[in-house]
């Protein structure tokens, strides 16, 4: 069943093409990887999916709706999350806080029962703090619970951000470099993290510069250069396709 | 109970007898300017905490003074149905003027409340049949007496009962604030504040919680105006000046801005100062824009944020 | 009747050109420090002070004290910029407040330092020149023509010299320059110092004209803020343009509108301009 589907997708910057008549699917279910050389626009395209940019043409359906231009916001509401490349974190907030935060959608508080302080105002502050802690849990925060965001350790913050990320219970989720700057170890637990996360049922869009991570993850890749997709196909598939091989010419060890 | 709460309604009891320990009317006047000054601070507060400053809360303060004052002057309103209104008018302008404004950057909606903090003032000065032009409104009455069963009326003939009833609005402005914080959406503006990138990403509506907290602070200063308006019995222009937007300003930077006790120790430490300073006005304003310098290179978490230091040191030794 | 238009028409230019100077102190100041500084006024009001004194307690000839008041300005802007702009440099709008604080600071000084009478400044031409029956003081044509030489000296100077030059990279991207090896805080130092002797100028070309009081300062920046916003930020050639055609609609204004409601016109030329520029939340939702 496609979740996403973008078709001909297509951004422009002053002059620069960085987006241009993409196409592709993404099936409920699947891990999919969004793999090319930096500065190739993959980026860009998580942006366009959730709102940030506008695209010059094109459509992006989710659930076959469409959602091309909607708000940042209004796309969150309607089930796609994702993380940030940059510490993109509340810096001066506790890690628990944090994914509290990222609760705003679950919590259907309005401003009366704020206000008066109804047993359903108490009720959703109590059971987002449970979810936050479970969260943490989760991702492997546990004892994280009252640090800082800024003084936790950047492979922690990588994991905090996914914890905020899936606090909405998205059916999408878009992680943009989970493993950057990870040591082996910390790639190995990452992947295991996000592999708990699609058996739980979520879809999975991944960025991702290490081969490793996307070829240990992937159940399909797609491939983009300048912005036009290059090629598509299941990770063997890609490994074999020489165009590919070419435009990252210098790093066909990776692919070993 | 817990002690927080036994501690809170002693202090209530304080402040409630306080009227009848202080008979000079001059010192209660200060206790009103003081809780006036508090909910004006906590309102901007409240905003702030959206990475937004507005400049034109003393014009918004003026809008809701004239709007009290014309309803019962003009159309013979009752002070307690034209308060009301006043703050909600108040308000409702606020969502007019936040809605094109929210959308920009920090220092450009911080120029161009300042503009329409301008505007308001220039319009209140140069539409002399409404607003009474550079002269204003004098003569304004006082609020209706309040008949109690069996024992009379509250009348508003001295300053006590504006100063019961300016409590009574303090403390329903303090809930407001301290429950509207502790929440969903007062996360949603420390959110908005830290990243606003991630907070669009996870759902939060940027300016919806914008307008709203603008709203919020726009409807405090409008009752704040009627109360104003009804307890001076006379407004003009020169009341509701930019300087004075700058006022509230300071408490709040001088006071810690985040908090919720920044805002009131501010209010409360700079309204009292010129009490103690007793010198000319150009010496107040002199020193309250030298402590604005001081506190923003030096002690940017404002006095509230040196007590928080101090306690934790104690904690720490203790 | 063309008379009167006429020479409504060069009285603003006149005035234009006084706000000009101003606007353009505040236009270099914010295209390459990224900073809005509302004690720009009072910097201005310094100027004129600073020729009043220097005319009245030590005889000094109007122009001579109207350059070393830009060099005296200009000293106590670089001193304010590092020490109490430089600090908060990462966080403009914590600037903007600021210099809030140092506007009411400087303002009230003078007040008592110097009380609220408006003094004048003798300029040493007196009387009024007649061309073709339109009456022009001397005074004004003086302020004129200091005004068009030093808008002339800096649009020279940005464009054509070297350290012009290293201004123009930093105001598009400070970054990059920085790391072609310009100075960044020297430039920072350069273009406050500038734009404080640009206030300065104007402070002391007003003097003869309107007089010099405390608060004087006040009007002619919001004004500034309005042709800033006109012209466009950075660009010098807005600034003129848009300093010109503030003090024609002005002068306009004041012979036909009322003071107060010409006034407002230019806040909310102000406010339209803000919220209708592009300027969005981080500038990608367009």
Redesign the interface.
């Known amino acids: 069943m496609k979740l996403l589907e973008v078709r001909k997708l297509s951004k422009t910057f002053g002059g620069l093409k960085a987006v241009s008549q993409l196409d592709f699917d993404v099936r409920e279910g699947e891990i999919l990887g969004l793999v090319g050389p930096n500065g190739a626009g993959k980026t860009t395209v998580f ?1 366009l999916i ?1 709102g ?3 695209p010059n043409a094109g459509k992006i359906l989710f659930h076959e709706e469409d959602i091309t231009g909607l ?3 209004k796309i ?2 309607q089930g796609i ?2 993380t ?1 490349q940059l510490t ?6 506790s890690a628990l ?1 944090n994914v ?3 609760h ?2 679950k ?1 259907r ?1 309005g ?1 009366w029962s ?2 008066c ?1 109804t047993p359903f ?1 108490w009720d ?2 109590k059971k987002a703090k449970q979810s936050s802690s479970k969260l943490l849990q989760f991702v492997g925060l546990s004892g994280q619970e009252s640090i800082l965001a800024k003084n936790l350790p950047h492979g922690h913050q990588q994991r905090l951000k996914i914890a ?2 899936i ?2 219970v998205p059916q999408l989720l878009l992680l943009d470099e989970p493993v950057s700057g990870m040591n082996p170890e910390e790639t190995n637990e990452m992947m295991a993290l996000i592999g708990k996360i699609r058996a739980n049922g979520m879809t999975i869009i991944m960025i991702e510069h290490d081969m490793k991570a996307v070829m240990g993850l992937c159940d399909r890749i797609v491939v983009i250069n300048y912005g036009e997709k290059l090629a598509e196909g299941s990770p063997q598939q890609i490994k074999e396709n020489q165009e590919v091989i070419e435009a990252y010419l210098g790093r066909e060890d990776d692919f070993a | 109970m817990n002690k927080k709460g036994f501690y809170l309604i002693c202090l209530y009891v304080f402040l409630l007898s306080i009227p009848l320990l202080v008979k000079d009317a001059y010192h209660i006047h200060i206790l009103i300017m003081t809780m006036f000054h508090i909910i004006l601070a906590l309102g901007l507060n409240f905003v702030m905490n959206t990475a937004q400053v507005p400049l034109c809360q003393a014009a918004f303060v003026g809008v809701g003074a004239y709007t009290s004052t014309l309803l019962v002057m003009r159309l013979n309103f009752s002070f307690w149905l034209s308060f009301p209104i006043a703050g909600v008018l108040t308000g409702v302008l606020g969502i007019i003027v936040g809605l094109p404004t929210l959308r920009i950057k920090g220092i450009y909606f911080a120029m161009a409340t300042f503009a329409l903090g301008e505007i308001i003032r220039l319009l209140f000065i140069g539409w002399v049949g409404l607003f009474g032009g550079a002269n204003g409104i004098t003569s304004i009455p006082p609020p209706d007496p309040i008949p109690i069963p069996l024992m009379g009326a509250i009348e508003f003939q001295t300053k006590v009962p504006y100063y019961y009833f300016t409590l009574l609005v303090l403390t329903v402005c303090i809930i407001i604030v301290y429950r509207l914080t502790h929440s969903r959406i007062g996360r949603a503006s420390t959110a908005i504040r830290e990243s606003d990138l991630l907070a669009q990403s996870t759902g939060i509506d940027i300016m919806g919680c914008k307008v709203f907290t603008f709203a919020v602070n726009s409807f405090f200063a409008g009752i704040v105006g009627a109360i104003y308006a009804h307890y001076f019995h006379f407004i003009g222009p020169q009341d509701f000046t930019f300087w004075q937007s700058v006022e509230y300003l300071v408490f709040i930077v001088m006071g810690g801005s985040g908090t919720l006790g920044g805002p009131i120790i501010g209010s409360i430490f700079l309204t009292f100062l010129p009490e103690f300073l007793r010198m000319a006005v150009e010496f107040q304003v002199v020193i309250y824009g030298l402590a604005l310098i001081l506190v923003l290179l030096f002690m940017p978490q404002g006095i509230m944020g040196l007590l928080v230091k101090v306690s934790s040191r104690f904690a720490k030794s203790a | 009747m063309e008379l009167i238009f006429l020479q409504t028409c060069i009285n603003g230019l006149i005035l234009g050109s006084i706000y000009v100077l101003v606007a353009l102190g505040l236009t270099l100041i914010f295209s390459i420090m990224g900073i809005i500084n509302f004690a720009h006024g009072e910097i201005f009001m310094l100027g004129g002070f600073a020729t009043f004194f220097l005319g009245e307690y030590y005889g000094v000839n109007f122009f001579f004290s109207m350059i070393i008041s830009m060099v005296m300005i200009a000293a106590f802007g670089v001193l304010i910029e590092r020490a109490i702009f430089r600090p908060l440099r990462e966080d403009p709008l914590n600037v903007l407040v600021i210099s809030l604080g140092l506007s009411i600071v400087l303002q009230n000084l003078a007040l008592i330092f110097w009380g609220p009478e408006e003094r004048s400044v003798a300029i040493g031409f007196q009387g009024i020149i007649d061309v073709f029956g339109m009456v022009f003081s001397k005074e004004r044509l003086v302020a004129f023509t200091i005004s068009a030489i030093l808008v002339v000296g800096l649009y020279l100077f940005i464009g054509r010299t070297r350290t012009g030059k290293a201004l123009q990279a930093v105001a598009q991207d400070f970054e990059a320059a920085a790391l072609q090896g310009i100075n960044i805080n020297g430039i920072n130092t350069l273009t406050f110092g500038v734009g404080c002797a640009m206030a300065a100028a104007a402070g002391s070309a007003m003097g003869p004209i309107f007089l010099v009081s405390p608060f004087m300062g006040i009007m002619p920046v919001m004004k500034a803020f309005i042709i800033v916003m006109l012209g466009g930020l950075g660009s010098v050639i807005g600034a003129v343009a848009g300093g010109l055609i503030l003090g024609i609609a002005e002068s306009f204004g004041a012979t036909y509108l009322g003071a107060t409601f010409q006034n407002m016109v230019g806040f909310i030329i102000l406010m339209s301009l803000l919220i209708f520029k592009p300027l969005g939340l981080f500038g990608y939702h367009e």
Do not use: D, Q, W
């Not at chain 1, 993109?88 to 907030?93: A, E, K």
């Open positions: 942006n959730t940030i940019y506008l708000k940042p916001h969150a509401s999350a994702r940030f993109t974190l509340y810096t001066n907030c806080e509290i935060i990222g705003h959608l919590m508080t401003v704020i206000l302080r105002y959703e502050e905020i990320a606090s909405s």
